[in-house]
């Protein structure tokens, strides 16, 4: 799980680096429309970078694999989703579009693999 705290951090100073860019950078040089995809794209991905680094502690505290498999799907979420987002704003290439509702996939299936988790790990 080191590695997933590692992505987790990462993701997270990426998050506000891109959200910075974003604020900065490309106000007035993109539509509004696709600076709206872009800022999406960093709140979820700060979102889950947070998500990342909190799974790790409770797979600290029980190591399920449910929590890894959960993980692995947020991480993968968040590379899909924001990654798609990010790319349809900065090129406008809409083939890009359709990429993101896999990534929502990957956030939900995260997020009940989590549930699963916390249903499994109540033994006592």
């Known amino acids: 799980m080191k590695w997933i705290l590692a992505l987790g951090a990462f ?19 993109l539509s509004e429309h696709l600076l709206n995809a872009f800022q999406t794209a960093v709140q979820y991905q700060l979102w889950h970078a947070l998500a990342l680094v909190l799974l790790v502690l409770l797979y600290r505290q029980q ?5 890894k498999w959960s993980a692995i799907s947020i991480s993968l979420g968040v590379l899909l989703f ?11 290439i809409k083939w890009f579009g359709p990429i993101t509702p896999i990534g929502g996939v990957a956030f939900i299936l995260g997020w009940l693999l989590l549930l699963l988790a916390a249903f499994k790990g109540e033994q006592a």
């Open 11 to 29: 993701y997270g100073m990426t998050g506000v680096m891109l959200g910075a860019f974003g604020a900065h950078g490309l106000k007035g040089r």
């Open 63 to 67: 190591p399920l694999a449910l929590l």
């Open 82 to 92: 924001s990654g798609s987002l990010y790319l349809l704003a900065l090129t406008g």
